[in-house]
């Protein structure tokens, strides 16, 4: 007897769309000389020291579980980091958790708040994974379509008008990926203006907090009277080019933390042990290396967003993570036919903007995570598309 599984499969799961960016991923596996400026992954390797302190650590024997919530060290490490990086002041013991990555500390966060019919406020374009999670618990995605003449940032008067009596959560995913928007001081001092008086959480999730250009960057947990209301959200994938060691981790009230901890418990158990010995040596030595990336990403975010213009592709200029957003939205195409032609017929992979939500239409993202080499091979194919376009 065959199993009928659209029955015995979760609902909420089937719902789920798959991933607008897998679809090209799986088109370039099957392509041949491709130039790729896909994929959200410095394409610097771990700084020595980094790595050198998770050798160590296997050649102690250093193999066993940790705490769930972490070692010890590592959360008083990170409380340290962030108040020296983003005047952050968090108890390691009761409200730091170390998460296996920055996606499970979003997944951990949404689960620990939302509620079947709740919802959540969510400005898009964003990162993929915030509404599928929100969906997987009953939740509801209020979408806030960010504008290009407002930089890509949330106003103050856009989300007074989303706001409803069923408002649970807010989601603040800047820098952006993929607009490569910041919010500054006083973006983020109006907003909490509007949350004053209610009870609406926040997850600001600051896990390109390091890479922003020519403007610190400013946590919305810092404003006098949110760090109550908020749950930060960071790791070590972006700022230290560590994504395949999947290290993250929250920072919010005791309260909120032990419910994060509670399914992190159950469902993890705790981060990898190798990992958490490097996290350590990141937070302790890796001011200098951050820099140092950030300068590289600074040079190619300048040369890309010219290269751009001089083709003829308007574009924003992204002031935080290494994406630029340009507004391919005058050739004709819809974004996701753009992006099909110039992987199939000139050999250059970039996402359609909708991947990133729906009003992503004449957009598409680009990352600067490579090298320039890289970079101008796809410009130069780039360029010859959109002459002939223009023809």
Same mark, same amino acid.
């Given at each position: 007897?065959? #199993?009928?599984?659209?029955?015995?499969?979760? +609902?909420?799961?089937?719902?789920?769309?798959?991933?607008?960016? +897998?679809?090209?991923?799986?088109?370039?596996?099957?392509?041949?000389?491709?130039?790729?400026?896909?994929?959200?992954?410095?394409?610097?390797?771990?700084?020595?020291?980094?790595?050198?302190?998770? #050798? $160590?650590?296997?050649?102690?024997?250093?193999?066993?579980?940790?705490?769930?919530?972490?070692?010890?060290?590592?959360?008083?490490?990170?409380?340290?980091?962030?108040?020296?990086?983003?005047?952050?002041?968090?108890?390691?013991?009761?409200? #730091? $958790?170390?998460?296996?990555?920055?996606?499970?500390?979003?997944? $951990?966060?949404?689960?620990?708040?939302?509620?079947?019919?709740?919802?959540?406020?969510?400005?898009?374009?964003?990162?993929?994974?915030?509404?599928?999670?929100?969906?997987?618990?009953?939740?509801?995605?209020?979408? #806030?379509?960010?504008?290009?003449?407002?930089?890509?940032?949330?106003?103050?008067?856009?989300?007074? +008008?989303?706001?409803?009596?069923?408002?649970?959560?807010?989601?603040?995913?800047?820098?952006?990926?993929?607009?490569?928007?910041?919010?500054?001081?006083?973006?983020?001092?109006?907003?909490?203006?509007?949350?004053?008086?209610?009870?609406?959480?926040?997850?600001?999730?600051?896990?390109?907090?390091?890479?922003?250009?020519?403007?610190?960057?400013?946590?919305?947990?810092?404003?006098?009277?949110?760090?109550?209301?908020?749950?930060?959200?960071?790791?070590?994938?972006?700022?230290?080019?560590?994504?395949?060691?999947?290290?993250?981790?929250?920072?919010?009230?005791?309260?909120?933390?032990?419910?994060?901890?509670?399914?992190?418990?159950?469902?993890?158990?705790?981060?990898?042990?190798?990992?958490?010995?490097?996290?350590?040596?990141?937070?302790?030595?890796?001011?200098?290396?951050?820099?140092?990336?950030?300068?590289?990403?600074?040079?190619?975010?300048?040369?890309?967003?010219?290269?751009?213009?001089?083709?003829?592709?308007?574009?924003?200029?992204?002031?935080?993570?290494?994406?630029?957003?340009?507004?391919?939205?005058?050739?004709?195409?819809?974004?996701?036919?753009?992006?099909?032609?110039?992987?199939?017929?000139?050999?250059?992979?970039?996402?359609?903007?909708?991947?990133?939500?729906?009003?992503?239409?004449?957009?598409?993202?680009?990352?600067?995570?490579?090298? $320039?080499?890289?970079?101008?091979?796809?410009?130069?194919?780039?360029?010859?598309?959109?002459?002939?376009?223009?023809?």
């Amino acid at each position: 007897m065959s #199993i009928s599984y659209e029955k015995v499969l979760s +609902r909420r799961a089937q719902e789920l769309k798959p991933s607008g960016i +897998r679809k090209f991923f799986d088109m370039l596996e099957e392509m041949k000389d491709v130039v790729a400026l896909t994929v959200g992954q410095p394409d610097f390797q771990t700084p020595w020291h980094i790595r050198e302190a998770g #050798i $160590l650590s296997l050649e102690k024997g250093k193999t066993y579980y940790t705490s769930n919530a972490g070692t010890l060290e590592l959360r008083e490490e990170i409380t340290r980091y962030l108040d020296r990086r983003f005047s952050l002041t968090y108890d390691p013991k009761s409200e #730091i $958790l170390v998460t296996v990555g920055g996606s499970e500390a979003i997944d $951990l966060t949404i689960r620990a708040l939302v509620n079947e019919g709740d919802e959540v406020i969510l400005p898009t374009p964003c990162f993929v994974c915030y509404d599928p999670i929100i969906h997987l618990t009953g939740g509801k995605t209020v979408e #806030i379509p960010l504008k290009e003449e407002n930089n890509f940032r949330l106003t103050a008067d856009e989300l007074r +008008r989303a706001i409803t009596d069923k408002t649970k959560l807010l989601i603040l995913p800047f820098p952006a990926n993929p607009t490569g928007a910041i919010m500054e001081k006083s973006d983020m001092e109006a907003i909490a203006e509007v949350l004053r008086g209610t009870d609406i959480m926040v997850l600001t999730d600051e896990i390109y907090a390091e890479l922003t250009y020519g403007k610190k960057h400013f946590s919305f947990a810092s404003i006098p009277d949110m760090r109550e209301r908020t749950v930060v959200v960071n790791g070590f994938s972006k700022a230290y080019a560590m994504t395949g060691w999947r290290m993250g981790f929250t920072a919010a009230p005791a309260p909120i933390t032990r419910e994060m901890f509670k399914i992190h418990q159950f469902a993890i158990m705790c981060a990898p042990t190798t990992s958490q010995m490097a996290a350590i040596e990141a937070l302790r030595a890796g001011d200098e290396d951050i820099e140092e990336m950030k300068a590289e990403y600074n040079r190619r975010r300048t040369h890309l967003v010219d290269r751009l213009r001089k083709m003829g592709i308007e574009c924003f200029t992204p002031e935080g993570a290494f994406y630029v957003f340009p507004n391919i939205g005058g050739f004709g195409l819809s974004s996701e036919a753009f992006c099909e032609k110039l992987l199939l017929e000139y050999g250059v992979a970039i996402v359609p903007g909708t991947a990133f939500g729906a009003c992503g239409e004449g957009y598409a993202r680009i990352s600067y995570a490579y090298s $320039l080499k890289h970079i101008d091979a796809a410009l130069d194919r780039m360029e010859k598309m959109i002459k002939d376009l223009k023809k």
